[in-house]
């Protein structure tokens, strides 16, 4: 590990206060960079503090204006935003599609889809003032292939990457990179909002037959935040045990 790599960069990581974002957040810290967690858990402060972050703003990534703020909040407090990493989101209940809860439909396309959105946006504003930026926007293998009984998060990480595409191709010809990752199951809370069936279904799908790590994915996005990510964006980066085809 290069504790230098990210000296002089500010990082932000949605849904930082806990699992990929809170392991993403704890490996941009170990390399050096400055970094602010942004997160709906009320406890998104201890988490910072635990971590020694420098920096947490507890907000809901569904308020424009909220996000807008913290991105000001968070470039004033820690001298601009070269980072983004979008992990926040939530699965949605796992039932097929017919039978899907409008609400929770609405709830999974705010937070997954809007709110990746609106984050993209509040940092693009402050990353085209210096020139720099890296952005990975997590996604989900179910993105790629549709996961059956979790149509509204598969939909969703769908147009994360569609939105990373754009945005790749809108701002290739800055120094501003824009990329998601599509990983297969990662063991962490989130799984507390999925069925054991649903859990089971995915584990079966992986061809190494083991769900990934936490770490595993922090070094692929850490790179991808990184300088040395320079030829790559609007890209879909595979973390997926070999379960990815395409
Ligand atoms: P997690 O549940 O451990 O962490 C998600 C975090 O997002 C939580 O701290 C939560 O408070 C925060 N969050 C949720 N809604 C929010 C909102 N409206 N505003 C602000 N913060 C909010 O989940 P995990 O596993 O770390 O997931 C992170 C990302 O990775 C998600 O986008 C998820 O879809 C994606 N992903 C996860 C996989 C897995 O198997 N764990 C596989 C593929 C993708």
Known sequence: MNTTRFSG???IVTGGASGIG????????AEGARVSLWD??????????????????????????????AADATARALDGIA??????????????????PIEAWQQV??????????????????????????IVNIASIAGKEGNPNASAYSTSKAAVIGL???LGK???????????????????????????AQIAFMLSKIPMKR????????????????????????AVFDISGGRATY
Request: overall charge negative.
């Open 9 to 11: 960069r500010t990082a």
């Open 109 to 134: 396309i705010e937070i997954n889809v809007n709110g990746v959105y609106y984050c993209n946006r509040a940092v693009i504003a402050h990353m085209r003032r210096t020139g720099y930026g890296r």
């Open 211 to 234: 769900f990934g790590l936490v770490p595993e994915v922090a070094a692929l996005v850490t790179w991808l935040c990184s300088e040395e990510c320079s030829f790559s964006t609007g």
């Open 164 to 166: 990373t595409k754009s």
């Open 40 to 69: 709906a858990n009320p406890a998104v402060g201890d988490v910072a503090a635990e971590l020694k972050a420098h920096h947490s703003v507890q907000l809901d990534v569904t308020d424009p204006q909220a996000v807008a703020d």
């Open 83 to 100: 980072i983004l990493v979008a992990s926040a989101g939530i699965t949605g209940p796992n039932v097929p599609a017919w039978d899907y």
């Open 22 to 29: 809170r392991g993403i957040a704890e490996r941009l810290l």
């Open 170 to 196: 809108e701002l290739a010809e800055t120094e501003i990179r824009v990329n998601c990752i599509t990983p297969a199951a990662v063991a962490t809370p989130l799984f507390e909002q999925m069925t054991e």
